[in-house]
């Protein structure tokens, strides 16, 4: 396809926070023109009633939400060359193979397609592994898949906290001679902003009770983004891994900040992980901190970027890997949008905003 082409997109789920994020960043794109809006509890309504930042814009905020029916994907076809989908898990599979049929691309932001594996799929979600479709499907983060996602028809897009615990880890890990850090005993501690949980009010993410505290969930590997960064991890080093990861909600409304603790292999350093990291990352949407400055979610907020820093703590001989980004923009739809770039030969940023919004 041509470098100016526009392809017309569709956005399933576009009143929650990661559609009504993707509508945001759809709308800036240079080659993307948002041509469907679907929603189940708003639909009916205009888009600008739905997300109030649209109101105004010509084209954009008159668009009416319509309710998602997968009978109706030929129909769709004929409007969209392109579908972004924000449903639940178990929706996807099917949807997704009725749009595939029809010829669309699908960008999925459920964790329908990122298990490969139906034995590690299966107890963490409930429901049957896609199979076949999961398979099919390329995972959507460009820094570790990029020479699979030229052409790709279905993308799966990574899950917030798995992404903030890859971009750091990955490099340190690549060759198992070379690897900087013991494949053992990796822990990972997140804290993220409460859009994480969605825009349907509940008492975990309700004001009161969310903005003066701070709390840990799904603990003891109870949290269903593990085997999602264990495939990848094992993946990358050549080797079975297991991590324990601990997420926190903390209250801030958008913002993912991981930190990742490994034990160093002898001679590790500071500067051999930066190195390890730039490396890797030349040209794409990583920025890998001076020695010594630490991330912080505020430097991302509304940016598809990720900081990334490191220390190692010599007394006890853990590498701290750390990440910042926002989840709702890295962490989901911003990133949904970098693997289709690159799925379409486009440069990794196009349309993307790099500059986060400070203070």
């Known amino acids: 396809m041509a470098r100016d082409a526009s392809l017309r997109v569709g956005i399933v789920g576009a009143a929650g926070y990661t559609g009504a994020e993707l509508v945001r960043l759809v709308h800036g794109h240079p080659n993307l023109a948002l041509s469907y809006v ?132 990955v490099p340190l890990l690549r060759g198992a001679s070379d690897a900087l850090i013991e494949h053992d005993g990796i822990v990972i501690d997140t804290k993220t902003g409460v859009s994480g949980a969605g825009r349907t009010p509940s008492a975990f993410n309700h004001f009161s009770e969310a903005a003066e505290g701070a709390r840990p969930y799904k603990v003891a590997g109870a949290h269903r983004h593990t085997p999602e960064i264990e495939q990848e991890l094992s993946r990358v080093a050549g080797a079975s891994l297991r991590v324990l990861l601990t997420p926190h909600l903390v209250p801030m409304t958008r913002g993912l900040l991981a930190t990742c603790y490994a034990r160093a292999r002898a001679g590790t350093t500071v500067a051999a992980c930066r190195e390890a990291a730039l490396s890797f990352y030349r040209g794409g949407l990583v920025t890998i901190l001076d020695e010594g400055r630490l991330p912080d979610t505020l430097f991302v907020r509304g940016s598809a970027r990720a900081h990334v820093a490191y220390a190692i703590d010599e007394r006890t001989g853990f590498v701290l890997a750390m990440c910042a980004i926002d989840n709702l923009a890295r962490g989901a739809s911003a990133e949904a949008i970098q693997a289709l770039n690159v799925s379409m030969g486009w440069p990794d940023g196009l349309g993307l905003p790099q500059v986060g919004i400070f203070p």
């Open 38 to 169: 679907a929603a189940r509890e708003r639909a009916g309504q205009k888009l600008d009633q739905a997300v109030p930042s649209t109101a105004g814009i010509e084209g954009l905020g008159e668009l009416v939400l319509e309710t998602f029916d997968v009978a109706r994907a030929s129909e769709l076809s004929r409007c969209c060359d392109v579908m972004f989908l924000g449903l639940p898990h178990e929706a996807s599979a099917s949807a997704a193979e009725a749009l595939l049929a029809a010829g669309l691309v699908v960008v999925d932001l459920s964790a329908a397609f990122r298990l490969k594996d139906p034995l590690a799929y299966e107890p963490w979600y409930g429901h049957r592994h896609a199979g076949a479709l999961a398979n099919q499907a390329v995972y959507g983060l460009p820094e570790l898949h990029r020479e699979e996602l030229p052409g790709a028809k279905l993308i799966a897009t990574p899950g917030c906290h798995v992404t903030s615990a890859l971009l750091p880890l």
